[in-house]
């Protein structure tokens, strides 16, 4: 099917519906602010790239000098070591026969690539895989609050990185966590005791790597620590807006929707459904608010209809035929529902870019 993209230069407003756009300006300014503070701080920046999954906005994290790149998945990894990236972290435990045949393969043409693990069982997989001939360099995930993945103990740390010590076909690489919002005292501590405990056994941790889009700018509370890692931060969303780490005029993303019912005064009907919005609550109450309109809420999805509350909307909602603009809930998940993004400048078309990685999810 021949979607009709816009070329560069065309009004938003002509823009077919739904459609996530980018403003240029904002997306811009996010990365060089977001830069600028590590830097500050003497620390390292490693983007994730699962909020954007583009390649051209991933150069332009490491123009501004990201050190590398964090993707989630060995498929997603392959998409940006195909576009020439050799800096790349993947933050997921690998497993299977599969996976881990492709994940040697990639090993073998990129240049700095390194994986996590928090068991035996994920170590002993990585550990058949590889030989000395191309080790493969692992980091052991720490559970410091979040309660995802990770080892629960810096002793329990130590051990697995003693294993990945003694297999020839690994390297071990340093410790790595996704903490808890707010928790960077408990972050030092469990990096601190583990570096104590690598110590004693010999063993050097040359990378300790937290992350987060919410704690961004608490990064600097996490001495120990030689990099963060961060999405969200890139586009920014409703959920960054109420974290405070973000305001509305840092907003990069929204959805380009049409109002095609207006059925009763209080309710709205946008084409902009759970096919273009993420259903993600994050914990609000609803999936969306609208650009412009306080008060209208978009609170019940379907595959092809947002349904907007304006109960509470003072401001006269637009009619049947006009456009307006979606603050999703979760930008992340919006990036893998679309093929392209439509970039603008001041409401005009810049470029459209593929979502490269879109559907690279194992």
């Given at each position: 099917?021949?979607?009709?993209?816009?070329?560069?230069?065309?009004?938003?407003?002509?823009?077919?519906?739904?459609?996530?756009?980018?403003?240029?300006?904002?997306?811009?300014?996010?990365?060089?602010?977001?830069?600028?503070?590590?830097?500050?701080?003497?620390?390292?920046?490693?983007?994730?790239?699962?909020?954007?999954?583009?390649?051209?906005?991933?150069?332009?994290?490491?123009?501004?000098?990201?050190?590398?790149?964090?993707?989630?998945?060995?498929?997603?990894?392959?998409?940006?070591?195909?576009?020439?990236?050799?800096?790349?972290?993947?933050?997921?435990?690998?497993?299977?026969?599969?996976?881990?045949?492709?994940?040697?393969a990639l090993n073998a043409r990129v240049t700095k690539l390194a994986v996590v693990a928090?068991?035996?069982?994920?170590?002993?997989?990585?550990?058949?895989?590889?030989?000395?001939?191309?080790?493969?360099?692992?980091?052991?995930?720490?559970?410091?609050?979040?309660?995802?993945?990770?080892?629960?103990?810096?002793?329990?740390?130590?051990?697995?990185?003693?294993?990945?010590?003694?297999?020839?076909?690994?390297?071990?690489?340093?410790?790595?966590?996704?903490?808890?919002?707010g928790g960077a005292e408990q972050v030092e501590a469990f990096i601190v005791r583990t570096?104590?405990?690598?110590?004693?056994?010999?063993?050097?941790?040359?990378?300790?790597?937290?992350?987060?889009?919410?704690?961004?700018?608490?990064?600097?509370?996490?001495?120990?620590?030689?990099?963060?890692?961060?999405?969200?931060?890139?586009?920014?969303?409703?959920?960054?807006?109420?974290?405070?780490?973000?305001?509305?005029?840092?907003?990069?993303?929204?959805?380009?929707?049409?109002?095609?019912?207006?059925?009763?005064?209080?309710?709205?009907?946008?084409?902009?459904?759970?096919?273009?919005?993420?259903?993600?609550?994050?914990?609000?109450?609803?999936?969306?608010?609208?650009?412009?309109?306080?008060?209208?809420?978009?609170?019940?999805?379907?595959?092809?209809?947002?349904?907007?509350?304006?109960?509470?909307?003072?401001?006269?909602?637009?009619?049947?035929?006009?456009?307006?603009?979606?603050?999703?809930?979760?930008?992340?998940?919006?990036?893998?529902?679309?093929?392209?993004?439509?970039?603008?400048?001041?409401?005009?078309?810049?470029?459209?870019?593929?979502?490269?990685?879109?559907?690279?999810?194992?």
């Amino acid at each position: 099917m021949n979607y009709p993209w816009p070329e560069p230069g065309t009004p938003l407003e002509q823009v077919a519906t739904p459609m996530p756009v980018i403003d240029e300006a904002r997306l811009a300014a996010n990365i060089a602010r977001v830069q600028a503070y590590c830097d500050s701080h003497g620390k390292a920046f490693r983007p994730h790239i699962k909020t954007h999954k583009i390649a051209a906005v991933a150069r332009q994290q490491v123009e501004a000098g990201a050190v590398g790149l964090n993707c989630q998945k060995v498929t997603e990894a392959e998409v940006f070591a195909d576009a020439g990236f050799e800096d790349i972290l993947i933050t997921y435990n690998i497993l299977g026969t599969a996976k881990l045949a492709r994940l040697k393969a990639l090993n073998a043409r990129v240049t700095k690539l390194a994986v996590v693990a928090d068991s035996e069982t994920t170590i002993a997989g990585l550990a058949a895989t590889f030989d000395a001939s191309r080790p493969l360099t692992v980091l052991i995930e720490c559970d410091t609050g979040a309660k995802r993945c990770g080892v629960q103990t810096p002793e329990a740390a130590v051990a697995l990185a003693e294993k990945i010590a003694a297999a020839p076909g690994l390297r071990f690489g340093g410790i790595m966590t996704y903490p808890a919002t707010g928790g960077a005292e408990q972050v030092e501590a469990f990096i601190v005791r583990t570096m104590a405990l690598l110590s004693e056994k010999g063993i050097e941790c040359p990378m300790r790597s937290s992350g987060g889009s919410p704690d961004l700018f608490s990064a600097h509370l996490v001495p120990s620590a030689t990099e963060h890692r961060a999405g969200t931060y890139v586009y920014n969303d409703r959920s960054m807006v109420r974290a405070g780490h973000c305001s509305n005029d840092d907003l990069a993303m929204h959805i380009l929707a049409t109002v095609v019912s207006r059925p009763a005064p209080d309710r709205a009907v946008l084409d902009s459904g759970s096919k273009a919005l993420t259903s993600d609550l994050l914990g609000f109450t609803d999936y969306g608010a609208i650009a412009g309109f306080e008060g209208a809420r978009v609170v019940s999805l379907s595959e092809e209809h947002a349904v907007v509350d304006l109960t509470d909307c003072k401001t006269p909602f637009p009619e049947i035929g006009s456009m307006v603009k979606v603050v999703p809930n979760h930008t992340c998940v919006v990036t893998n529902l679309f093929d392209r993004m439509v970039f603008h400048r001041d409401g005009i078309v810049s470029r459209v870019e593929n979502v490269d990685a879109r559907g690279t999810v194992w």
